[in-house]
Every structure is written in C-alpha cells, then in structure tokens.
C-alpha cells in the first residue's frame, strides 16, 4: 500500500475528533544489501532505506497522555506519560510506548501526544517495520517538543526500546537503516565503532527487486538468540588462543582455518559465516564504490549460501527466490535480506531483466509454495524525518 499525505489527514481526523497534526514522520523501512547478521557481531553492514515507510502524524496534548492509533490493527491505545509502565498488550503498541519511555529516560521532556500510525510496511515481512515504527515514534514526538537527540543516540535509544519493549534482541542495523541513510546510498556501517559512510547505490540501468515470500518472521521467539549464543562460543573459544579477541569481528579466515578443526562443528560454521560475510562487506564496498555490479551480486549470491548452509538462516522459500533469480538472464545477484527464516530475498537486476524474473517467480515459484511472493522494486530512499505541518 502507498499512503498519501490526504489520507493520513482524514485519518487522524476520525481517529482523534476532529483534530489535525501539527507534525508528520516519515521513517523508511530497509533493505539489507549485505552483512547480514554481523551486526551483533560488531562486524559490518550495508543496507539500504526503501522507498516504503512508516508514517506517524502527531498533534500535542496538553493532558499528559499518550494516544496511539494503528490504522493497520484498527486500534487505539493510551497512557498517561508518567505511567507507561513495561511491555503488554497489544503488541504493536510496546514499540510505541517502549520509545516514549526511553526518549525518557534518556531525559527528553515529552509532552501528552496523540498519534496515527499509517504503514506502507509489511509486519513481520523482513523490511524492518518495527524499527521504522520506533524511529517515527521518535521522529514525531521529538519534533512535537522540538527537541534534539543526536542520531546515532536516538538509533540506540530505539534499539533499546525494541529490546525491553519487544522482547528481541535484535543488533543496531535496522535502526541505524532507517534513521542515517541518505538518499541514492547505502549506509556502510560499522557496528563497532558506529562509524558509517554513504556509498552511492543507484545502479544505473538496475533495481533492487524485493522477493516477499509472505513466510512471517519474529526474531525474539526465532532461532535468532540460538545464533547470538553460537557466535559468543565462537568467541570464547577464540579468546583461549587470543586474549584481544572480542567479538567474532576479530577474527580472520586464517584464524579460522587454523583452528576450525577443534571446534564444535555447529559453532565453527556460524564463525565461518560471519568471518566470511564481514569479509564480504569490505569486498562489496569496493565493488560498489568501483561501479563493479556483477562482482557486487556475486557476493550477494555468495552471502546466500553462506546464510543457507552454515548459518542456516534461510527456508525452502527464500532458497527457491534466490536460485531462481540467478538462473535469469540480467540478474547480477541475490540473496536473503535481515533475519531469516521468512521475511524477503532481494536480487540486483537489469531493468531489462525485471520482466522476465517477475514471470519466472508465477510460473514457477508461486506455483510450489502456497503463498504467491509479493515481487517489487525499491531504490535507495531517505532516510527518517519529520515535518511540521
Ligand atoms: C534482524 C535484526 C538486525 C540484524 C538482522 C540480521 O533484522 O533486527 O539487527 O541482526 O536481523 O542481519
């Protein structure tokens, strides 16, 4: 769904007798291009900030009281600011309220806001809909006070919002994605310096073509935490040869070669896989920086199989996107995006080639599984902001 700015006006109107906001936040859902699950391995990643968003249009309340409206769930919430409490129900809400309560505790003066919550975005699809729904929280109830959080401090204030609220213990890309991306770029970040570059992405000639295989996602409840608890065995097992070994981001290939052979296979090949990936990240910048888009999707395809087979990320669904987009004619690569186990695959293609891989996808793969993948394009989009009406 793409909503428009008039939409969102009569909404709010009929949620919220009459009223109109005073500010509206934009805050983009993302794409990952590679790097995927370094993150929490303060190791590297590359997304993208897609041009689908979530929408938070605000107004001031001078009762103290928060109001959320998802026109989504078709459902409306409220507290008092001073008592908002911990995690509960409905879901979709804690986002809302765990980023109030840590703009908060971060010292930031909120006032009582009503707020209307529009969402181009999937839930659970893979593009990262809960942090853009933290960011535009934040994003409007900063701007209603017109108060100043440094970016890079509000992307961990939500994280943290996401991880007290939400119950998943996600890394930072996905917040870092949706609030410092800029326009025609992707953000190379480094997660653990927090340092990040803009590389342009706007291939030309070429989209991004996002695969949604429909298959819901939740990354608390999911194999994530198992994946979190194999990397830090890799790390201390490292760490007996290394003492400056931190995190799997200090490892290298060499280290791994040398020593694979004395680990525990399962935690060898997740090591692997974030050694690897990390490596990757390096190597797909250079790619992109050189305009090198056939070597850049072919560490995409690779960054699949690694997430396939030793990270075992990925699922039949996302398997079957991905193969059947490298057997076509002007895809130069493609691979999972963010968690796994569902969510979307991405490919780099041709324009030309666009067609034939959305035929392809009927044909062949809708026909095997029993959903229909949702087949678009994106670019690389803005990142978050908020305007005031
Ligand atoms: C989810 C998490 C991110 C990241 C990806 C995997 O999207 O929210 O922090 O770990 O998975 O790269």
Known sequence: ???????????????????????????????????????????????????????????????????AQSTLF???????????????????????????????????ELCG???????????????????????????????????????VQLALLCRQAEHEFANSPCGIMDQFASLLTHEGAALLLDCRSQQFDHLPFAPEGAAIVVMDTQVKHSIGGSEYPVRQKQCLAGVEFFRQNDA?????????????????????????????HVVTENARVVHASEALRAGAFHEFGQLMTDSHRSLRDDYKVSCAELDALVELACDIGGVYGARMT????????????????????????????????????????????????????
């Not at 931190?246 to 692997?272: F, I, K, S, W, Y």
């Open 113 to 151: 806001a009503d707020l209307l919550i529009v969402s181009e975005l999937p839930i659970g699809g893979g593009v990262s809909s809960s942090a853009a729904l933290e960011v535009g929280t934040a994003k409007a109830l900063l701007a209603l006070t017109e108060a100043f959080v440094d970016p």
């Open 244 to 272: 400056s070994v931190r995190a799997l981001r200090d490892v290298n290939e060499v280290m791994l070669a040398r020593h694979a052979g004395q680990m525990d296979p399962t935690v060898a090949a997740r090591c692997r």
């Open 74 to 108: 078709n459902e409306t919430v409220a507290w008092p600011l001073e008592e908002l409490g911990g995690p509960g129900e409905p879901a979709w809400a804690n986002y809302v309220k765990g980023t109030a309560a840590m703009l908060m505790r971060h010292g930031v």
């Open 338 to 389: 963010g968690g796994g186990f569902g969510g979307c695959a991405i490919a780099l293609v041709e324009d030309h080639a666009i067609d034939a891989l959305t035929r392809a996808i009927k044909s062949r793969y809708d026909r095997q599984f029993d959903k229909p993948a949702l087949v678009y394009t994106t670019r690389a989009a803005a990142g978050a902001e908020a305007l005031h009406l």
């Open 1 to 67: 769904m793409q909503v428009n700015t008039d939409t969102i006006l009569k909404e709010f109107a009929q949620a919220f007798e009459g009223h109109a906001p005073t500010v509206l936040a934009r805050a983009p859902g993302r794409v990952n291009l590679i790097g995927e699950h370094t993150d929490y391995n303060e190791g590297y990643v590359l997304p993208i900030a897609m041009d689908r968003a979530i929408f938070v249009a605000a107004r001031p309340r001078d009762d103290g009281r928060l109001r």
